[in-house]
């Protein structure tokens, strides 16, 4: 049966006697370059094995069973396995690679490496097995490109307790950053219940697109891991950026190609993976819903939203529920400060709010206010993350493109220059996404690790830097130094969500003090 795949050589030997109701059997096999298509995908073969053992009443005693195979694979074992009714004893102690397990997560690109090792013992019946023993593995890795994760030098230890594997450690650390760790357990019964806890350390997750995260918080797994388990649990969240892309791509199509005469091995692989599907670029709700979370994200500040010259600052507390190819975020983040430039302006943000819409490109919506030339000028900032939209308004109501002169250049459109009317192009071009970059002042900001880096003027024209970091997660100190040598240190105190307290000094000796609460209805 050529469909079967096949291959390898098989020599054996038996002894019987005894009677043919009762008969008495010795055995001893050996397996060489052992392949077929039933574990060909799992990359383990080819197969060595030998066994003897013998057989009399219904019961098979394995004298010794040794098997070997790709990747580093050793199963070694003995025992009694009744055919029916109690007594089954058999122990197995080998290593084996976690490959094994890439076919179950091939549709997600997924890819498990290095070798689990084994020292395990079975008793009670066939059809009710209990184990006891332990289970490790030191230095393995999982690569999941759909969702960005690699995890690395993946170590822990496990026992087997009769119908369920105990988590004694579990610890790994990502690529981008932080650990992770978990304990708890995981049925060997139908669905594979389970109640795991997982820690998350300073973990930084990184979309690589619009989003980077340090967080850390402790989460719980339960549920039928074949089913739809539920993730829930407390994450806070220590530094955030999200990055409004400068431009975007043509979206040009890709070049259609067929490919002829396909490998088998390649074939199935793409089977696998789903590649035809991924082609039709399916949308998330076509997917199982699998996963459900539960997750409330705290975030009172640091979450920093900068790219086409918005750099602003946002905070709160999310509650995420629902499947994950339906997430149901409940609440969102409000503005602590932001500010927008155009050309060397600088529009200071009166309020705003950040929402999570299911993914990990949020919803932005951002308001300005502030005076042109015998004008009071609006300036909102919406849309997604990846696709803003700068809007300008005014009243009196004028054109977008005059509200613009009045509040950069304090004249009429009719009244700029060519010089200045391309500058103006070219500040529309920049909010639109056709291009620019941050500037030296972000290239500072992030080598120095600031959370705030300006340069900003007064009424009567004086260039000062301004500067501001985090020393604490509720406090926030600011330093602003002049050209004409003075300088100012202010610092705001976080006291509650609503309640902030701000001082200020200044090199002239004058200082200032307050208590502000803040509420949003």
């Given amino acids: 049966m050529p469909e079967l795949g096949l291959a390898g050589t098989l020599n054996g030997s038996a002894q019987i006697s005894g009677r043919s109701s009762a008969p008495q059997v010795s055995f001893t096999a050996d397996a060489n370059g052992i392949s077929a298509a ?86 009670g019946t066939i059809a009710a097995p209990a184990f006891s023993g332990s289970v490790s593995t030191n230095g393995a890795s999982y690569v999941d490109p759909e969702a960005n994760v690699r995890i690395q030098n993946i170590t822990g230890s496990a026992n087997l307790e009769g119908d369920r594997v105990v988590i004694q450690s579990l610890s790994a650390g990502l690529a981008t950053g932080g650990t992770v760790n978990a304990t708890g357990s995981i049925s060997l019964t139908n669905g594979f219940p389970a109640n795991v806890q997982v820690g998350l350390n300073s973990a930084r997750y990184a979309d690589g697109n619009l989003f980077v995260a340090t967080v850390s918080g402790n989460l719980a797994l339960t549920g039928n891991l074949t089913g739809n388990p539920l993730l829930a649990g407390n994450i806070g969240v220590e530094k955030a950026d999200i990055t409004v892309p400068e431009s975007f791509g043509d979206g040009s199509a890709l070049i259609d190609v067929t490919h002829v005469d396909t490998p088998r091995a390649v074939t199935q692989t793409l089977a696998r993976a789903k590649a035809d599907e991924r082609s039709s670029a399916p949308t998330p709700s076509n997917r199982p819903s699998g996963m459900l979370l539960d997750i409330n994200i705290d975030a009172p500040n640091q979450i920093f939203i900068r790219g086409r010259g918005l750099d602003a600052e946002v905070g709160g507390s999310v509650r995420v529920t629902g499947p994950l190819n339906n997430i149901q975020p409940v609440g969102g983040f409000s503005l602590n400060r932001g500010r927008l430039a155009i050309l060397g302006q600088r529009i200071t943000f009166d309020s705003g709010t950040v929402t999570l819409v299911g993914d990990l490109n949020p919803y932005l919506n951002l308001v300005a206010r502030t005076q042109g030339e015998g004008i009071t000028v609006f300036v909102t900032v919406s849309g997604r993350a990846s696709d803003i939209s700068v809007d300008f308004s005014s009243s009196p109501a004028l054109p977008q493109d005059e509200v613009l002169s009045r509040l950069i250049f304090k004249r009429s459109v009719g009244e700029l220059s060519p010089l200045q009317l391309a500058k103006l192009a070219g500040a529309v071009a920049e909010l639109a996404g056709g291009g620019g970059n941050n500037g030296l002042l972000d290239s500072l900001r992030g080598a120095a690790g600031l959370a705030d880096l300006d340069i900003v003027t007064d009424a009567n024209g004086n260039v000062a830097v301004q500067a501001g970091a985090y020393v604490q997660d509720n406090i926030y100190l600011g330093v602003q130094a002049g050209a004409d040598g003075q300088s100012r240190v202010t610092v705001n105190l976080d006291i509650t969500d609503d309640l902030t307290a701000k001082g200020s000094t200044g090199a002239d000796g004058n200082s200032s003090v307050g208590v502000f609460y803040e509420k949003d209805y």
């Fill in 38 to 123: 039933a574990i060909s995908e799992f990359g383990i073969a080819p197969l060595s094995a030998t066994v003897s053992g013998s057989y009399a009443n219904s019961v098979v005693t394995l004298a010794g069973l040794r098997a070997e195979g790709a990747r580093g694979l050793q199963v070694s074992g003995s025992g009694i396995v009744p055919l029916d009714g109690g007594g089954l004893n058999v122990s197995v102690t080998g290593s084996a690679p976690l490959a094994l397990a890439n076919r179950f997560v091939a549709d997600r690109g997924g890819q498990a490496n290095g070798t689990v090792s084994l020292d395990a013992r079975v008793t």
